[in-house]
């Protein structure tokens, strides 16, 4: 069985023949990309809830449950990096025909982005606020070297999160143009042809 | 008008003297991509509902969700360390949730008592 994909567009004024799309391998592409997100937000959830109890294990000096937590989060980071990757292992060819229309005009508002992921917000803010109160706590030597050795296994475990992200980016979108930045183009296009647009800023995040 | 509209403009007394006004349901103030697409767009297109769950619902979407990436896993691309470092992500979820089973249990067992 076959089937035609949102991209599948003839050029314009020509029948052109239609591209015949696995229909196997775009079930697989659609179910790995949003079950993988959903998998994500568990573990944002987890995220989140782990670095609450965090803030209170070091507010109350409680250093081997702080210990515990940290290391926690560090499988969990680690976890959300691996997620990324298994949500995007499908073909470059079916995330241009298949994954990104979807998530564009017509099907969606424009602009849709990875920074509409509120639990990804509220883990980025949290995890700010533990890392100045730790390295606060490192400075005044309140903290055992174990609590630092955690919090040092936890700050890579982000720094490789940062890293496949951008991995995950360039297979998809080697020229790093996001939906969102897409947008602000078009209106920017649209500005300079004397059209009303809306103000032109772009976040960096896509999904 | 929605639920939460009716809500708010039911909410007395304050005599008429009141009206409700909007604020954003990501907690901040618009900025230029805001009122286009929409934090509640996103949860659509993953199919993420929001609402006050128990533990029991939230147990069950973990459930869910991790029974289907078992089920795939084994068919994908991903290293052996990947996989791994997904079976463990899903191995703290699980394992957090498990303390909270165990908490809310036990505040049970000492009402109960």
Redesign the interface.
């Known amino acids: 069985m076959s089937r035609r994909s949102p991209g599948d567009r003839a050029p314009a004024g020509q029948p052109g023949p239609l591209r015949v799309v696995d229909a196997a391998d775009t079930d697989r592409a659609v179910l790995r990309w949003k079950l993988g997100h959903q998998l994500f937000h568990l573990h944002l959830t987890a995220m989140n809830t782990l670095l609450v109890d965090a803030h209170a294990e070091l507010e109350s000096g409680h250093w081997p449950e702080l210990t515990a937590c940290l290391d926690h989060l560090r499988v969990l980071y680690d976890a959300a990096t691996a997620t990324m990757r298994y949500a995007s292992d499908f073909s470059q060819g079916t995330y241009e025909r298949i994954i990104r229309p979807s998530m564009a005009p017509p099907f969606l508002s424009p602009g849709f982005s990875g920074t509409l992921n509120l639990e990804h917000e509220q883990m980025l803010e949290r995890f700010r606020v533990l890392r100045r109160h730790l390295k606060q706590m490192q400075l005044a030597g309140t903290a055992p070297a174990t609590v630092a050795e955690a919090g040092a296994r936890l700050w890579q475990a982000q720094s490789r999160n940062r890293k496949n992200h951008v991995h995950v980016c360039a297979k998809f979108v080697p020229e790093g143009k996001s939906l969102l930045n897409d947008y602000f183009r078009e209106q920017r296009e649209k500005t300079d042809r004397g059209q009303p647009a809306a103000p032109d800023d772009a976040r960096e995040d896509d999904v | 008008m929605t639920g939460d509209q009716s809500a708010a403009d039911a909410v007395a007394p304050d005599y008429g003297l009141i009206a409700p006004i909007t604020l954003p349901a990501?907690g901040r103030i618009p900025d230029?991509?805001t009122g286009?697409?929409?934090?509640a767009?996103?949860?659509g297109?993953?199919?993420?509902r929001r609402d006050r769950p128990d533990l029991q619902a939230w147990s069950r979407?973990?459930l869910d969700?991790?029974r289907?990436?078992l089920a795939?896993?084994a068919?994908?691309?991903?290293s052996a360390?990947?996989?791994c470092?997904?079976l463990?992500?899903?191995?703290?979820?699980l394992?957090?949730?498990l303390e909270h089973w165990v908490g809310v249990s036990g505040t049970r067992s000492r009402e109960a008592a």
């Open positions: 990501d230029e991509a286009v697409s929409s934090p767009e996103y949860d297109y993953f199919r993420l979407s973990c969700v991790q289907g990436i795939d896993l068919l994908t691309d991903l360390e990947d996989r470092d997904i463990a992500g899903c191995l703290v979820v394992h957090t949730t």
